[in-house]
């Protein structure tokens, strides 16, 4: 049973494990640094589907059927399903799952939903809610660009501080299992709102929330960046990386170079991303392939995943709002 630490952070008693994952792209992510990580790389953007949106649903299929092929488990024994995107109504999870059969529930925390998806799946787990749960996450450049910007056939023009929707997705499948790796603590953000109306700066609106979970999980937690071989974010790209940064220093923290964000990681700047990736399926596809591949290979001991999002949408935006954002965050182990 979960226990609480203080404020915000939970401490999973039973420490489930992460028995199967697996990570889809497209062929730009394939193309950059990680690309040999990644388990499915296709070449065509629809994924063989007519819609963009058809294409965001194929990716969560794929990604769930790898993972619970890796993980040697059936449909049948998957009790519950936490998975979500950036589309309206989560239409690419429920289009994905619908002939799959399982228990589903449809989450919203934007890029944030890779770490609220497995966060969520975990804690089930842990309480012995269900014994087995997966956590699904996806999102597509060309329906995101199609719902939050503007057609790609406008041929708007994208500024410095602009990220790159990754097209691909995640998934991890959390049971009682031995093998790492393991999920210890689980820490829920709050929402964090500075103002920041730009939505071609998703990384300013982001940072001050990933500031604040990672303070509070260490508050809660008494422990410090020392504990932890690598501290990953989300999608804050390299504009949000460094506003995160200085948010801590102000704070008394520094993490020195255990710091690394998954928008900065899966594309290299030779490839025209602006500042860098973003998008449900960035921190999903990375943490599904290149984080979860070294702590289960032992590289790395502990390793803290913090997913950062922006919970806005086209209307809020429209209307002039401003931009709030999240942060949710969860400590993997090598070591149960």
């Known amino acids: 049973m979960a226990r609480k630490a203080g404020k915000q952070t939970r401490i999973l ?15 730009k992510e394939g193309e950059g640094p990680i690309g040999s990580e990644f388990d499915i790389v296709s070449e065509d953007a629809y994924f063989g589907e007519k819609t963009w949106e058809k294409a ?11 993972a619970m092929d890796k993980a040697g488990i059936t449909p049948s024994e998957l009790e519950i399903v936490f998975a979500g995107d950036l589309l ?8 994905a799952m619908r002939d799959l059969g399982i228990p589903f529930v449809g989450l919203y925390g934007a890029c944030s939903t890779m770490a609220e998806s497995l966060g969520l799946a975990s804690l089930f787990v842990d309480c012995g ?3 087995c ?3 699904v996450t996806s999102s597509h450049f060309c329906s995101a660009e199609r719902q939050f910007r503007f057609p790609l056939e406008y041929g708007g023009v994208r500024t410095p501080t602009s990220q790159w929707t990754v097209t691909g997705g995640g998934a991890a499948i959390v049971t009682n299992g031995e093998s790492p790796p393991f999920v210890k603590r689980v820490c829920i953000g709050k929402i964090n709102d500075l103002g920041i109306t730009d939505i071609n700066n998703m990384g300013a609106a982001m940072a001050p929330a990933a500031a604040d979970t990672l303070s509070q999980y260490f508050e809660d937690t008494l422990t410090s960046a020392d504990n932890y071989d690598m501290i990953f974010t989300g999608d804050l790209g390299y504009v949000g990386s460094e506003l995160f940064k200085e948010l801590l220093q102000r704070a008394g923290i520094d993490l020195g170079k255990k710091h690394m964000d998954c928008g900065k990681l ?5 490839q025209k991303v602006e500042a860098g ?3 449900c399926g960035c921190s999903a596809s990375v943490l599904c392939s290149f984080i979860l591949n070294r702590i289960k290979e032992g590289i790395w001991r502990n390793v803290l995943f913090m997913a950062t999002g922006a919970l806005m949408s086209p209307t809020s935006n429209q209307q002039g709002e401003s931009i709030p954002g999240i942060a949710h965050l969860v400590h993997l182990s090598a070591e149960k």
């Open 277 to 279: 990736g973003s998008g």
């Open 133 to 135: 749960a997966a956590a």
């Open 266 to 270: 899966i594309y290299d700047k030779s």
């Open 88 to 95: 309206n109504q989560c239409i690419g999870s429920a289009y």
């Open 129 to 131: 809610i269900v014994s």
């Open 56 to 66: 965001e649903s194929r990716i969560q299929k794929d990604a769930i059927n790898k």
């Open 13 to 27: 008693e039973n420490i489930p494990s992460i028995s199967g994952f697996a990570s889809v792209v497209s062929k």
